[in-house]
C-alpha cells in the first residue's frame, strides 16, 4: 500500500516532526501514568495493610444470642461469607490449663475451629478431639511446643466437680489477631464443657451425673464469622445487621479508603482530562500543520491516480506511528520511574510496600483511550486530505 510505504519514509526521512509529535504525548503521559500510580499504589497499600491481617475479615458479633440451625443456615447461606463456625456463651470458653503434670496452670479462652478458619493453618483446622492449636503467647507462657500434651479444666457444683480434657499440641499460631492466651479446639469440646457448666451428664468424659444430653437443645449462644475478603465485609456486616445482630467490623474503615478512593481517582482523572486536552489540541494543531505543508503532495497523488481513501491512509498510519512510538516511550519512562521510585521509598523507608503501582489492566485502559484518540484525529485529517483535489495543485501555482 502506497500510503504505508510513504508514512514510512516520511518518519525515516523526516523524522524530527514525527518526534515532536511524540515527545508532545509522552510529555502528557508521563506525568498522568504517574499520578495514578501514585493514587492505586497509596490505595492498595492500606488495602493490602487490612488483607495481610485475617482479623480484619472478622464480624464480631456481639453479645449472647439463641442461634438455631435454621438462624445458621440463613447466616451462612449470605453473600460474602468466608469461614463461620457457632460459637458458647462466653463464660463457656473460659478455662484453664495446665501440662500433664498439672503446673503452669493459665486461664485461657476456648476458640472453636474448623478447617478454613483464617486464624490458623489450613492444614491444622483438621482438629479432632484431642488436638489443639495455642496462641503463641500461651505456649511460651505455658513452654508448649507441637506434639506436647496438656489439659484445659473447669469446675461446676462450686467447684466440687472438675472436667479434665487432655489435649495434644497441633500447632502454634501466631497469626495477627491472636493475641490472647488462646486454645483452638473441635467444637465437639466447646460443646462438652458448655454441655458440663449447664448441669449435664457427659457420660463419654466420666461424668455421669446431671441432666441427659438428649434433653439439651441443639442452638448456639453465637458465632466466629469472617468474610471471604475484603470487599465483602461492609456488605457482610449490613446484612446481618439486617438479620438483627449487633456486630462490630473494619467496615467503616473500608468505606473510608473506598471514598478516599473514589476521591482521588476524580481528582487525577481532573488533572489527566486537563493534560489530555491540550495533548489533542497540540496534535491536532500538528496534523493540520502536516495536512498544509503536504497539500500540494496530496493533490500530486490524486493527480496520479491515487484514490481518496489511499491518501488518506497516509494520516492514519502517521498518526498511528507517533501514538505507538509514544506510548512505547511513554511507559518505559513511566515503569522506570516507578522502578527508581520504589526503590529509594524502600531504601529511605525500611518499608517494603510499593508508593507507585500501575497495573497491567489499568496500563492497558489509558493505553487504549490514547490510542483511540489519536486515531480519531488522524481520521479527521483524513476526512479533511480528502477534499484537496488534483487541481488544487494547479491553483496554488
Known amino acids: 500500500m502506497i500510503a504505508l510505504s510513504l508514512a514510512f519514509k516520511s518518519l525515516t526521512r523526516a523524522p524530527r516532526p514525527n518526534i515532536a509529535a511524540m515527545i508532545a504525548l509522552v510529555s502528557v503521559l508521563v506525568p498522568a501514568m504517574l499520578l495514578w500510580s501514585m493514587k ?3 490505595i492498595q497499600s492500606m488495602m493490602d495493610a487490612l488483607r ?5 475479615l472478622e464480624i464480631r458479633v456481639k453479645g449472647d444470642y439463641i442461634i438455631t440451625s435454621e438462624q445458621w443456615s440463613e447466616i451462612t447461606a449470605l453473600d460474602g461469607v468466608g469461614f463461620s463456625i457457632p460459637t458458647a456463651r462466653y463464660l463457656s470458653t473460659r478455662a484453664f490449663a495446665s501440662r500433664d503434670n498439672g503446673r503452669k496452670r493459665t486461664p485461657v479462652s476456648l476458640m472453636p475451629t474448623a478447617v478454613g478458619d483464617p486464624l490458623v493453618r489450613s492444614g491444622a483446622g483438621l482438629l479432632d478431639s484431642g488436638h489443639a492449636v495455642l496462641s503463641q503467647k500461651l505456649s511460651k507462657q505455658m513452654g508448649l511446643s507441637i506434639g506436647d500434651h496438656f489439659e484445659i479444666a473447669n469446675a461446676r457444683r462450686s467447684q466440687s466437680e472438675h472436667l479434665r480434657i487432655g489435649l ?3 500447632d502454634i499460631t501466631s497469626k495477627e489477631g491472636v493475641s490472647g492466651n488462646w486454645v483452638f479446639v473441635a467444637p465437639a469440646i466447646i460443646k462438652d464443657v458448655e454441655a458440663f457448666l449447664d448441669g449435664y451428664a457427659l457420660p463419654h468424659r466420666g461424668k455421669n451425673k446431671g441432666t441427659s444430653l438428649d434433653e439439651r437443645p441443639d442452638v448456639a449462644s453465637g458465632l466466629r464469622l469472617y468474610a471471604d475478603r475484603i470487599e465483602s465485609v461492609v456488605h457482610l456486616t449490613e446484612a446481618m445487621r439486617q438479620l438483627g445482630y449487633t456486630v462490630e467490623s473494619n467496615a467503616n474503615r473500608i468505606e473510608v479508603i473506598a471514598r478516599l478512593d473514589r476521591v482521588l481517582s476524580r481528582i487525577v482523572v481532573a488533572i489527566s482530562l486537563v493534560l489530555m486536552v491540550g495533548l489533542v489540541l497540540s496534535v491536532w494543531s500538528w496534523m493540520v500543520v502536516q495536512l498544509e505543508r503536504l497539500r500540494s503532495h496530496v493533490a500530486l497523488l490524486g493527480l496520479m491516480g491515487q484514490g481518496q481513501v489511499g491518501v488518506g491512509m497516509y494520516f492514519v498510519f502517521i498518526g498511528l506511528f507517533n501514538a505507538l512510538g509514544g506510548l512505547l516511550i511513554a511507559g518505559a519512562i513511566t515503569y522506570l520511574t516507578m522502578l527508581l521510585g520504589n526503590h529509594q521509598f524502600r531504601f529511605y523507608t525500611l518499608d517494603q510496600t510499593d508508593i ?8 492497558a485502559v489509558i493505553n487504549a483511550v490514547v490510542l483511540a484518540l ?3 484525529i488522524a481520521c479527521f485529517i483524513a476526512f479533511q486530505s480528502s ?11
Not at 52 to 56: E, F, I, N, T, Y
Not at 387 to 397: H, N, Q, S, T, V
Open 52 to 56: 495481610s491481617s485475617p482479623a480484619s
Open 168 to 170: 495434644t499440641v497441633a
Open 356 to 363: 507507585f503501582v500501575l497495573p497491567a489492566g489499568h496500563l
Open 40 to 42: 492505586v499504589g497509596f
Open 374 to 376: 489519536q486515531l480519531l
Open 387 to 397: 477534499k484537496i483535489r488534483p487541481g488544487d495543485l494547479f491553483r496554488d501555482a
